[in-house]
């Protein structure tokens, strides 16, 4: 059973900053791309970062590239989200992903998704 499971979210003060961990199971985690997605209230789900198979590559939306930065640990199998200087509109529940194919700004699917986990800005 493939599991990703999100945690590190909560409430912070615009301009503070919060890291994100995905922990992965059930799956040989080198062998997919990983990725964040986030979807606020009355929105749909928007593509956030992704790092390839090793993490040599990384991707970001225009919205928080500064901001966030992605990575992963293959020999833990998790991925981190860092983000910094956090913005209300940054407000969101936030979703871990995994694809064998790569997962860029456009990417919509994935294979798997973990439940997710909220994050909420004040300003």
């Known amino acids: 059973q493939v599991q990703l499971v999100e945690s590190g979210g909560g409430l912070v003060q615009a301009g503070g900053s919060l890291t994100l961990t995905c922990a992965a199971s059930?799956?040989?985690?080198?062998?997919?791309?990983m990725g964040w997605f986030r979807q606020a209230p009355g929105k749909e789900r928007e593509f956030v970062a992704s790092?390839?198979?090793?993490?040599?590559?990384?991707y970001y939306a225009d919205s928080v590239k500064g901001r966030f930065a992605i990575s992963r640990d293959n020999a833990k199998n998790t991925v981190l989200l860092q983000m910094n200087s956090l913005k209300s509109e940054d407000t969101a529940v936030y979703y871990c992903?995994?694809?064998?194919?790569?997962?860029?700004?456009?990417?919509?699917?994935?294979?798997?998704w973990g439940q997710g986990t909220q994050v909420t800005v004040s300003s």
């Open positions: 790092a390839n198979w090793n993490g040599r590559s990384t």
């Open positions: 059930g799956l040989t985690f080198g062998n997919y791309f």
């Open positions: 992903a995994a694809r064998t194919g790569m997962i860029r700004t456009t990417t919509r699917g994935a294979d798997y």
